[in-house]
Nanobody
Framework: QVQLVESGGGLVQAGDSLRLSCAASGRTFSSYAMGWFRQAPGKEREFVAAISWGGGRTDYADSVKGRFAISRDNAKNTLYLQMNSLKPEDTAVYYC???????????????WGQGTQVTVSS
C-alpha cells in the first residue's frame, strides 16, 4: 500500500506560479512511477504529468507542456508539480497517483491521493 497526500493548492491569478507537493508513505516510494492528474468541474479526470521511479523519464499532457514540470525527491518521499504561467483552464482538483511503471501510472494508477484544489482567476 502507498498513502498519498497532496498539498500546495490555492487561489492564484492567471500568469502566476504554484507548486504542488505529494507526500508518500507506506511501501518504498522510490520503487513507484508517479503521476499527476486533474479533474475540472463537470469534466472527467485527465492525465497531467508522470515521472519514472528514478526520475529519468517524464511525460506531459500537451496542454501543460512547457508550463508544468514534474519532479521527485526520493530521499524525502515527495513528488512535486511546478506549475507556471497558469491559466483559468488549469482550474481543477489535482491528484497525485502511483503505479509500478510509467505506462501504468499514465493510464490506470494503482494508488490515488485525496486531491488539492487549484483555482486560477482571470
Amino acid at each position: 500500500q502507498v498513502q498519498l497526500v497532496e498539498s500546495g493548492g490555492g487561489l492564484v491569478q492567471a500568469g502566476d506560479s504554484l507548486r504542488l507537493s505529494c507526500a508518500a508513505s507506506g511501501r518504498t516510494f522510490s520503487s513507484y512511477a508517479m503521476g499527476w492528474f486533474r479533474q475540472a468541474p463537470g469534466k472527467e479526470r485527465e492525465f497531467v504529468a508522470a515521472i519514472s521511479w528514478g526520475g529519468g523519464r517524464t511525460d506531459y499532457a500537451d496542454s501543460v507542456k512547457g508550463r508544468f514540470a514534474i519532479s521527485r525527491d526520493n530521499a524525502k518521499n515527495t513528488l512535486y508539480l511546478q506549475m507556471n504561467s497558469l491559466k483559468p483552464e488549469d482550474t481543477a482538483v489535482y491528484y497525485c497517483a502511483a503505479a509500478p511503471t510509467l505506462v501504468v501510472v499514465t493510464t490506470s494508477p494503482n494508488y490515488w491521493g485525496q486531491g488539492t484544489q487549484v483555482t486560477v482567476s482571470s
